[in-house]
């Protein structure tokens, strides 16, 4: 079964980017090729137990089992050592990415309190999107009265076939992705 987010890129979102940027053939329009979603967890160092709750949350979130990411070099200053367990990671390709997206866009975001949509200029030269998020509570999955603490992450689109961020910032747009100026 074909997701229905990936369904609306085949039949109407390519063809509007191929309009918009006069491209000839199909597979030259831009296309979400992986998103990661990143958790960051500097609390792992006093209590890997924290890090192991962090990575089921994440396992229920994405539909996926993350990896655990370690330090690579030591900082002082954060009395963090080199292969010290920080954080852990998923990266999400072909179905269950859609599928994650479409939750993003169309459940989990509109769940904010005070959301007034993402920011347009978080696009880097390659034409890849980061966004932040403050918490995981945003999803569904997760079950807001038996979270112990709140826990960020950031959910990075890498956007193939693009020549801009203009173009990447299209394609976003056209999958539903809320920025925060209406022109955008």
């Given at each position: 079964?074909?997701?229905?987010l ?9 063809p ?8 000839t053939?199909k ?7 992986k ?5 960051g967890?500097?609390?792992a160092l ?16 994405t ?14 200053n954060f ?10 990671k ?8 859609y599928?994650?997206i ?14 007034r949509?993402?920011?347009?200029d978080?696009?880097d ?17 997760i ?9 960020g ?16 910032r299209?394609?976003?747009?056209l999958f539903g ?7 955008m």
């Amino acid at each position: 079964m074909i997701p229905r987010l990936q369904e609306k890129y085949r039949n109407e979102i390519v063809p509007q980017l191929m309009k918009s940027f006069n491209l000839t053939n199909k597979l030259a329009a831009p296309r979400v090729e992986k998103v990661v979603v990143n958790m960051g967890v500097g609390e792992a160092l006093t209590d890997i137990k924290i890090l192991e709750r962090a990575m089921d949350e994440l396992a229920i979130i994405t539909g996926q089992r993350p990896i655990l990411r370690r330090a690579k070099k030591a900082i002082s200053n954060f009395k963090v050592r080199a292969g010290a367990p920080v954080g852990c990671k998923v990266t999400l390709r072909k179905a269950i990415m859609y599928e994650f997206i479409d939750r993003l866009l169309n459940i989990a975001l509109p769940r904010i309190r005070d959301f007034r949509g993402v920011s347009p200029d978080a696009f880097d030269k390659a034409g890849n999107y980061t966004l932040g998020l403050n918490e995981q509570g945003i999803f569904p999955e997760i079950e807001y009265d038996k979270l112990t603490r709140t826990q960020g992450m950031d959910i990075t689109f890498v956007i193939k076939n693009t020549e801009s961020p203009e173009q990447s910032r299209e394609l976003l747009r056209l999958f539903g992705m809320p920025f925060s100026h209406p022109d955008m």
